[in-house]
Structures are given as C-alpha cells and as structure tokens.
Nanobody, 122 residues
Framework: QVQLVESGGGLVQAGGSLSLSCAAS????????KGWFRQAPGREREFVAAISWSGGSTWYADSVKGRFTISRDNAKNTVDLRMNNLKPEDTAVYYC???????????????WGQGAQVTVSS
C-alpha cells in the first residue's frame, strides 16, 4: 500500500528550530515531485515548500523563504523539512505530499501524509 508517513514536529519556542521527515513506501515515489503543506486552525491548507525528484529545484512560500529548507534522499525515499527561526504563525499541522503525475513541480498532489503538529509558542 502506498503511504507517506511524517515524523518530527512538536512544540518549540519562537526563534527555535524543528525538523520534519516524511518516509514514502513504494519505489515509484522516488520519481515523484514532493512537498510540504500546512493547515492552521480555521484556515485553508497552504503550500510551504516543494522539491523536484532530483532535488535540483526547490520552491518555497514567501512566508518561509530563508527560514525553511526542503531536502530529499531518494535512496532512503524520504523528504525532510528543516524549519529555523520559527514564529508563532508557523503553528499548524504539516502535511507531506507527493504528485505521481509530476517529477518536477508539486502542482496538485494526489498523495498525502497524515499530518504532524508543529506548535510555536511566543
């Protein structure tokens, strides 16, 4: 069964750092564009970061640019999100995502993880 499973996250004070990791099952996932989205209470899910299958191209939301870094290890079939200088407005459930129809841009993902909570206290 195809799965994306997130780990990491938790509670941190403003200015701190956290990392999220997403492990994918299935060899085909290595060729998929992958990314991270988040959803805060009462708000719609929003794009955070994405990475092409080769790792050669990355994209970030303006709100996290310069603070978050997305990376992937195709040998391990994982995609990570390193979050530095966290702000209270980064508090959300973070979702790993993949697009089986694209090797480059995340577009409209068709695979989603279950979500990981990130809470940033002020």
């Amino acid at each position: 069964q195809v799965q994306l499973v997130e780990s990491g996250g938790g509670l941190v004070q403003a200015g701190g750092s956290l990392s999220l990791s997403c492990a994918a099952s299935g060899r085909a996932f290595r060729r998929y564009a992958k990314g991270w989205f988040r959803q805060a209470p009462g708000r719609e899910r929003e794009f955070v970061a994405a990475i092409s299958w080769s790792g050669g191209s990355t994209w970030y939301a303006d709100s996290v640019k310069g603070r978050f870094t997305i990376s992937r290890d195709n040998a391990k079939n994982t995609v990570d999100l390193r979050m530095n200088n966290l702000k209270p407005e980064d508090t959300a459930v973070y979702y790993c995502a993949a697009n089986s129809f694209s090797e480059i841009q995340i577009g409209a993902p068709n695979y989603w993880g279950q979500g990981a909570q990130v809470t940033v206290s002020s």
